[in-house]
């Protein structure tokens, strides 16, 4: 069986390849961000601002 060029094959390719490292990157910081000990106190401060009466 032959292999068929395509672009749609070319084009998986391309953004297996190239694009997931960028957002698996992009995904561990934001969860590093999230998880850094410094930024606990802003998110707790964020979680209980709907319980808040103003």
């Not at 068929?4 to 990157?25: E, H, Y």
């Not at 969860?31 to 319980?51: H, K």
Request: no cysteine; glycine share 2%.
């Amino acid at each position: 069986m032959k292999a068929v060029l395509t672009v749609q094959n070319i084009t998986s390719d391309f953004v297996t390849s190239f694009w997931t490292p960028i957002f698996v990157g992009i995904f561990l910081a934001i969860v590093a961000y999230a998880l850094w000990p410094r930024n606990q106190a802003t998110f707790d401060e964020a979680s209980r601002m709907p319980l808040r009466e103003e």
